[in-house]
């Protein structure tokens, strides 16, 4: 069961982009064991196969699928792209990083309450 009450965790993962492979993720600091939860064809929820809690996000072909389905997205990776592949040495992209986090998580509650029909351990998206 996911335990959606962990989704705030994502605030605090580290956004990685594979350009060769247009593929976006978002993973904690410390890698976890996790399942990937097919969100139908959008994107792959990483969860704690134990304890349910969110522990990461994949999207695959994230510009040439993804953002183009949801261009209210593609404003903020514009801003943040050019500071996936450098160490965050500024408070600009610290704050940049965060909005867009917040922004990402946003999106992502938003989605999964809309599209209930992967819930299918049987949680209730209260969010």
């Given at each position: ?21 247009d593929t ?25 196969p134990e ?77």
């Amino acid at each position: 069961q996911i335990d959606y009450d962990t989704m705030n965790n994502i605030k605090s993962f580290t956004p990685v982009y594979h350009k060769d492979e247009d593929t976006f993720f978002l993973r904690p600091e410390k890698p976890r064991p996790a399942t990937s939860v097919d969100w139908d064809g959008e994107f792959w929820l990483r969860v704690d196969p134990e304890s349910g809690e969110v522990v990461g996000l994949e999207i695959e072909d994230f510009e040439t699928v993804f953002l183009k389905k949801h261009p209210e997205l593609a404003s903020a990776w514009k801003e943040v792209k050019p500071l996936c592949h450098r160490k965050k040495s500024h408070s600009y992209e610290e704050t940049t990083w965060e909005a867009f986090l917040r922004i990402i998580l946003e999106f992502l509650q938003t989605f999964l309450r809309k599209n209930p029909q992967q819930a299918s351990f049987g949680a209730i998206l209260a969010h």
